[in-house]
């Protein structure tokens, strides 16, 4: 009986530890190459939609023009916050933001602003989307205009800008090296109130509310637009929504895990559960950037209009070439 205990506690010894070891394998050859692998598809993207979007259908549409900033800003973001982590782990080149003050405070909240601005520009693109759907009598279609854009997009800014402020007020560099938060706690609830929850939030409430709309739209008389050629509008609202499904369930995994990771004395975990939450942490992190990958993807997928403009502006500058 004490030989079956001792082999059953050797066996599980030899297997948590294997595991771990796969574990630290994954992380270290696979995972570091994620940052990678997210910015040549981020930056193949931003390409894209940069072309697709200057298209002269599509260049003057406001949907299109809140995207289109939205993929300037992802593309920022994966160049300063998700790329330089893949030198750091490959050859170990890291920018020392944390050797002072300064540096340490604006590190953070570029950390925070640069994401949550790009879903912000996704949370414009739905608003706007709404507000061609309402009646034509109301005043909310007005942010529909060329005009609007400029506020529209300095709201997002600004708002953005607000909801990060936490991060460097709360963030200081301890000891002359080291950036930590000076109340872990309420950073960590702040991060998750502000920039975990509210943004899916919004951008949900605006998709029921416009879904709300168009299901009104198709029992209205005479609705020529809908009638006659093909629907633009609605050619968008289904990319936007089929963007903020996505959005969601990233961002959402993400906090999911970055809130258990939080509330959770995770030392007082077991070796092998600790390098098991480490690992789904790290991955969970590393997914988060796909939000700043997606766009471009999902909408050649979704939207016969932006295919049809990506591939004409293909042809003619293959035309052009030629010529």
Known sequence: MIDNNTTTTVNFIQTSKSLSDDLAFV???????????????GFIGFIGNVFTYFQPQLRSNTCCIYSLCGSFIDIINLSINSFPTYFLAKYGIYIPWYLSLTPCKL??????????????FLCMAIIDRFAI???????????????????????????????????????DALFGFLCISTQPML??????????????IIMIIFVLLTYRNVRRSRGRVGDVVQKNRPNLRNQFIVTIFAQILVTSFITLQWIIMYTY???TPIATEDPVDLSIII??????????????VKAFYI????????????????????RRYIR
């Open 27 to 41: 992380s270290q050859n696979i995972l570091i190459y994620l940052p990678l692998i997210f910015f040549i598809f």
């Open 299 to 318: 909408s050649i997928l979704t939207s016969r209009v932006v295919r049809k403009e990506f591939v004409s502006g293909l042809n003619n500058l293959y």
């Open 133 to 171: 759907t309402c009646d034509y009598t109301s005043s909310i279609r007005r942010i529909t205009q060329l005009r609007m854009v400029p506020w529209m997009i300095g709201l997002a800014v600004l708002t953005s800008c607000l909801f990060s402020l936490y991060a460097p007020i709360n963030y």
């Open 261 to 263: 990771f939080t509330f």
């Open 107 to 120: 590190n953070t909240f570029i950390l925070v602003f640069f994401p949550h601005l790009s879903i912000n």
């Open 279 to 292: 690992f789904v942490f790290g991955l969970s992190n590393n997914l988060y950037y796909l939000n700043n």
């Open 187 to 200: 950073t960590s609830i702040s991060y998750i109130i502000l920039i975990g929850l509210v943004s899916p």
